[in-house]
């Protein structure tokens, strides 16, 4: 998981996690350490590309971007790309989960999650 959180935000938010989804195992995690909402909203999608590849290897089967103020939408196709597993970002499974709901299927430049 990646996010611009600070460490003590991102600790609950990885254990909300992996208690409401049943088998989830976070394995890695970077964390930012950004508090200001105006700091994360000001981040270049190139930072949440690099924190991915940081906190990804061999056995890794999923990454989440975590941050809704966080731009990645730009590096999530590159990402899956470049590491051959999903990505999926708070914006983008927003997105998804909406479209989902009125029945539209979004584009897969977004994403792999889009295709579902």
């Known amino acids: 998981m990646a996010t611009p959180y600070n460490q003590e935000i991102a ?3 990885e254990i909300f996690l992996e208690n409401e989804i049943s088998g989830l195992k976070i394995a890695h995690t970077k964390n930012l350490g950004i508090v200001s909402a105006l700091e994360k909203g000001n981040l ?5 590309y690099q924190a991915v590849k940081e906190i990804t290897d061999e056995k ?3 990454a989440f971007i975590s941050c809704t103020a966080w731009r990645t939408i730009e590096v999530l196709s590159l ?3 470049d590491l051959g ?6 914006n983008q499974a927003t997105f998804w989960a909406c479209l989902k709901r009125i029945n539209i299927r979004g584009s897969s430049e977004y994403g792999s999650l889009f295709e579902r």
């Open 11 to 13: 600790d609950k938010e």
């Open 44 to 48: 270049f999608p190139s930072s949440a």
């Open 60 to 62: 890794t089967e999923l």
């Open 79 to 81: 990402l899956e790309t």
């Open 85 to 90: 597993i999903p990505v999926i970002s708070s």
